[in-house]
């Protein structure tokens, strides 16, 4: 049934437009991500409206220059992948309708992929390039082996300098390394930690694809909401994941004592409803409430601690300097497409302890260190305890916030100790692209589950 083996992967959800093509759920041809960061970075959060207009704008360039990155064209394709949700949902309808126009055009099959389930991919893909690598060294010292192929698998190609290309950096292989899918796989323990979804999932291979069962979750912000909340409200960047990860290190992490409270079932059955779209749309209670995350009471804590502690006039004074003007509609706009995501400056990073010190005085950074700390900790307590509980001997953390340095070295030593396998995906990988919502269609391909015309977005799609 399959032909090329190919997959034109499309992701929209929510402020990345991205395409890849993906063979056969195991190697990243081309991968193109246009970030619309520079766009929603002065107010703090997604636009959904601006995210849509933008996703408007790059679809058409992206999914060209993945194609072209590929060196393919639509007719090389086995099929067209397309996130259905979970997402905003103009931003996923840019996605989709486009998808769907393509492959209808084409004759291509459409398969509707999961957005989270595309996290969960974005580690399986990674783990496979890394075996093929591994497999193709050791072929390298045998001539005979191995057929020459068209398409050189786990090279990405290049892209234009507009959008940032996947690079093949090494993931985080750990003791898993290679083992994700052998023929009798044990079910693995998944931590989707997002801006938008702080979710543990076991994850267990049957037959070709993967179930899941949703075992624990946030009853109030994700875990990526409670850094870009925070990173807001001390007048940094967004998002705000990859300023405190930065600033976090040069910061006393027991400065400032966080504590997070068990969450109780009852409190939200009986109390008021949880007003949080995420909240809304889960089964909470028939959820173990040690598995349960809640960073909410964090993010107030911290805007406390601000308040008490006077460090709001230096937030503000922060946020001018670092965005010096309001932009103009035009600006944020930009009529080349060419242009696209290049088009306000972004501020940098600090990356040294000057740097850091000449943005935040030692106060703030050890309050952001704390809070760091304090997040990770909470991760890091309930995911393994939901994996002894569960009996998952392997570990895998992918999203967003899968991207933070003390997140994969407190939770790799914490696995080394328990003696659990642990993967994350590439740095790329973590955050949203394409690859992932590619090589999460190819088990749906294979058993020929395609989407049919009427695909809509789903805003609030769940995966279990
Ligand atoms: O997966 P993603 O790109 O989009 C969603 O599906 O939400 O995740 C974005 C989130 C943002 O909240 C961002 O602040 C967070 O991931 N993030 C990080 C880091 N890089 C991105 N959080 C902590 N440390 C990082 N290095
Ligand atoms: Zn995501």
């Known amino acids: 049934m399959p032909g090329s083996g190919l997959i034109l992967g499309i992701e929209t959800s929510c402020d990345e437009t991205a395409a890849a093509v993906v063979e056969r759920g195991a190697g990243t041809i081309s991968s193109v991500v246009a970030s ?5 970075a002065r107010y703090g959060g997604v636009v959904p409206e601006l995210a849509s207009r933008e996703h408007l704008r790059a679809i058409v360039p992206v999914v060209r220059a993945a194609l072209a990155g590929a060196n393919i064209t639509l007719a090389d394709l086995d099929a067209i992948a397309v996130t259905s949700g979970p997402g905003l949902a103009g931003a996923l309808l840019v996605g989709i309708t486009y998808a769907k126009a393509l492959a209808f055009a084409n004759r291509l099959p459409l398969i509707a992929v999961n957005h989270l389930e595309g996290h969960i991919h974005a580690v399986l893909l990674n783990q496979r390039e890394l075996k093929k690598e591994r497999e ?6 045998d001539p005979g082996a191995g057929a020459p192929s ?3 698998l786990g090279k990405v190609a290049q892209t234009s300098t507009v959008y940032s290309s996947i690079s093949a950096e090494p993931g985080a292989p750990g003791p898993a390394s290679g083992t994700w899918d052998s023929p009798n796989p044990a079910p693995a323990l998944s931590l989707v930690v997002s801006g938008g979804h702080t979710h543990l999932y076991l994850a267990q291979p049957t037959q070709g694809t993967w179930r899941y069962m949703l075992a624990g979750r946030t009853v109030d912000d994700a ?5 870009d909340k925070v990173a807001k409200l001390l007048g940094l960047g967004y998002p705000g994941g990859p300023w405190i990860d930065a600033l976090a290190r040069f910061g006393n992490p027991r400065a400032v004592p966080f504590s997070f409270a068990q969450i109780k079932t009852k409190a939200h059955l009986g ?8 909240a809304k749309t889960a089964p909470i209670a028939r959820l173990d409430p040690h598995f349960l995350f809640s960073f909410s009471g964090i993010k107030t804590a911290v805007l406390r601690y601000v308040e008490l502690h006077g460090m709001r006039a230096e937030a503000k004074a922060r946020v001018s300097r670092l965005f010096p003007r309001a932009p103009t509609f035009s600006e944020s706009a930009p009529a080349d497409p060419e242009r696209l995501g290049d088009h306000v ?16 005085p030692q106060p703030t950074l050890d309050l952001i260190a704390s809070f760091q700390h304090a997040v990770v900790g909470d991760l890091m307590k309930k995911t393994f305890s939901a994996a002894e509980s569960l009996g998952a001997k392997r570990i895998l953390v992918t999203g967003g916030v899968a991207a933070n340095r003390e997140l994969r070295a407190r939770f790799t030593e914490e696995a080394a100790r328990r003696g659990l396998a642990i993967a994350f995906p590439t740095l790329a990988l973590s955050t ?22 009427s695909l809509s977005a789903d805003p609030s799609l769940t995966l279990a």
């Open 36 to 40: 619309q960061i520079a766009t929603h």
């Open 136 to 141: 193709s060294t050791s072929s390298e010292n």
């Open 150 to 152: 068209k398409l050189r």
């Open 223 to 227: 875990a990526g909401e409670a850094y």
């Open 271 to 278: 109390g008021k409803a949880p007003r949080t779209k995420a």
């Open 345 to 360: 400056p972004r501020p940098a990073i600090p990356q040294t302890r000057e740097e850091a010190l000449g943005l935040c």
């Open 432 to 453: 949203d692209n394409a690859a992932m919502i590619a090589a999460a269609a190819w088990p749906r391909f294979l058993a020929q589950e395609f989407a049919p015309a």
